[in-house]
């Protein structure tokens, strides 16, 4: 995928003119609860080029209007996220989704399929998309995705342009699954999180590219099977190789402070221990052995775990069926060597 210039990103903590200043610096964030009159203060901070964190049915998002270049940058200021990993951009209509990228029958296929829900669609870019630069961090390629969360929906309505937002964590930690993980993540470093209780699918979105050959490009509770299903033909796996066309699978990602040890059939005594199933453990993601509840389960029990205060998790095995693929996927970048 080519990379156009992308303007320089104020990566720096002291911004250069007062205006960005007086945007990024927060005394302390605001936690709005979900009503009609916060939902439109939500969207006008988002309008007046601030940073709003609001729940999706997958995890918290940080957003930022994706059409203004300052707003954006703000998102890779405040989480710390390399520049040439790019966002995806949120949209309350599939209609509004075709004005920023080159629709095709196979995003049709997978819209009609799974949208509104946690499934992100990579298209070819319109060079007329009025898209910053910097949410696609110079690819020719936009990620897109129509959340179910009706708070999610309701605040891209009233907003009325699409918002980019990744996780709201700060980058490489854990991604947040309540406004709680978000303030404790990001507080001062954006205007408000409007608060919709947990998330109740607990892990992101399934990515799925169809620039070319259709590739998943991230797994999620929306299966390769449910795509293929969709399809109706077969879709490549992404190789962890392919740093191009996937270019924000860090290997080491979702990390909690502790280390984590995986396929654990016991713990030690100075780990902590994550269950699956009927095991003796510290915290349990499904005591049933249950993968959907293990997935609503995963972030929050981790970052629970990660206040403890111990310098070792460890993970009972999970199985790689249906989302089991997606969890393994995110246990094993939790787990991955740090820099
Ligand atoms: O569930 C989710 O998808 C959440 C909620 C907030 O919507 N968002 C999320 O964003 O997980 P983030 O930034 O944490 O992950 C976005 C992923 C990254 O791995 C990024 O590299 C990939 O999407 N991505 C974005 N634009 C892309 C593009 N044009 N081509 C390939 N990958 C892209
Ligand atoms: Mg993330």
Redesign the pocket.
């Known amino acids: 995928m080519r990379r156009k210039t992308v303007p320089k990103l104020p990566m720096s903590p002291t911004p250069s003119t007062e205006t960005q200043r007086q945007k990024m610096v927060h005394l302390t964030t605001e936690i709005l609860s979900p009503s009609e009159d916060n939902i439109t203060k939500a969207a006008n901070l988002l309008r007046n080029g601030q940073l709003v964190s609001f729940p999706?049915e997958?995890?918290y998002?940080l957003g930022a209007d994706a059409t203004n270049d300052d707003a954006v940058a703000g998102i890779y200021a405040a989480k710390g996220r390399p520049s040439f990993?790019?966002?995806?951009a949120?949209v309350a209509t599939i209609e509004a989704a075709q004005r920023y990228v080159y629709w095709s029958d196979d995003a049709q296929r997978v819209a009609d399929a799974f949208w509104p829900g946690?499934l992100?669609i990579?298209l070819p870019l319109r060079p007329d998309s009025g898209i910053s630069p910097i949410v696609?961090a110079g690819?020719d390629?936009?990620?897109l995705?129509l959340?179910a969360h009706p708070l999610a929906q309701s605040l891209l309505q009233h907003v009325d342009r699409p918002v980019a937002?990744?996780?709201a964590n700060p980058s490489g930690r854990i991604s947040p699954t309540t406004a709680q993980h978000v303030f404790a993540g990001l507080n001062g470093k954006l205007a408000a999180i409007l608060d919709g209780g947990p998330c109740a699918v607990g892990l992101?979105?399934t990515?799925i590219?169809l620039v070319s050959t259709p590739t998943l490009?991230?797994p999620g509770g929306i299966t390769q099977a449910d795509l293929q299903a969709a399809l109706g033909r077969s879709i490549d796996l992404h190789s962890a190789q392919d740093a191009i066309?996937?270019?924000?699978?860090m290997v080491s990602h979702y990390a909690p402070s502790a280390q984590v040890r995986l396929n654990a059939t016991s713990f030690a005594a100075d780990e902590l221990g994550l269950g699956f199933g009927s095991v003796e453990c510290d915290l349990n993601l499904s005591p049933t052995g249950n993968l959907v509840e293990a997935a609503s389960n995963l972030f929050s029990m981790l970052h629970l775990l990660d206040h403890r205060n111990s310098s070792k998790i460890a993970v009972s095995p999970i199985p790689s069926q249906g989302i089991g693929a997606a969890i393994n996927d995110r246990l094993n970048r939790a787990a991955a060597p740090r820099d």
């Open positions: 999706t997958t995890v998002g990993n790019p966002l995806i949120h946690p992100t990579v696609t690819l390629s936009l990620a995705r959340p937002a990744p996780s992101e979105s990515i590219g490009l991230r066309s996937a270019p924000g699978q």
